[in-house]
């Protein structure tokens, strides 16, 4: 198992509250997906619903993906001025979720 | 935001028990890796300890992901007799895990 050099997958799953508008939740996913554009750090982003059907996951519905060069910019990423008006913007939102960091080998 | 047709993402985040031998950590790693030799339906696999340091981790400690071409395959792979075996001889280490599947978008 050859080290993916220089990349860093940040992965969030996220559970929304039940009484969030669907349109809210499609703003929010659009809000998340556009700070890729706006912070540099940030190279790739991708997301989806959970579709899962063995029943492990624990109420998270959706899943985020972002890809960085180093723990450094997931952590420049996180303190970004667009990355705490998106979370500001959407914490009401989300009943839960859970954040991690890996160098996939 | 064009959708990755026929890739499904199976993510699955562990916490392994505190008292699990660090080489019992690299065997089930190993075994968990192997099963991309023994299921058709797995694509790829990668896997990585946790190196966040926002502290929204929940204790999850590994982060595993593999590639499969559908949902059907996920489940193909869930009920495969090798990843029977795998895990049952993988969840005494385990203290929880979550698993999630996703269409990356």
Not at 14 to 35: G, H, M, Q, S, Y
């Amino acid at each position: 198992m050859e080290e993916s050099k220089g990349v860093v997958k940040h992965i969030l799953l996220a559970k929304f509250k039940d009484d969030t508008p669907p349109e809210k939740v499609d703003e929010i996913i659009k809000n998340f997906a556009n700070l890729v554009n706006l912070i540099e750090p940030m190279k790739s982003f991708h997301w989806g619903k959970d579709i899962s059907t063995s029943n492990k996951h624990e109420g998270f519905t959706h899943v985020f993906e972002a890809t960085f060069e180093s723990l450094e910019a997931v952590n420049e990423y996180v303190a970004h001025p667009a990355h705490d008006e998106f979370a500001a913007a959407s914490k009401a939102a989300i009943e839960k979720f859970i954040a991690v960091d890996y160098i996939p080998t």
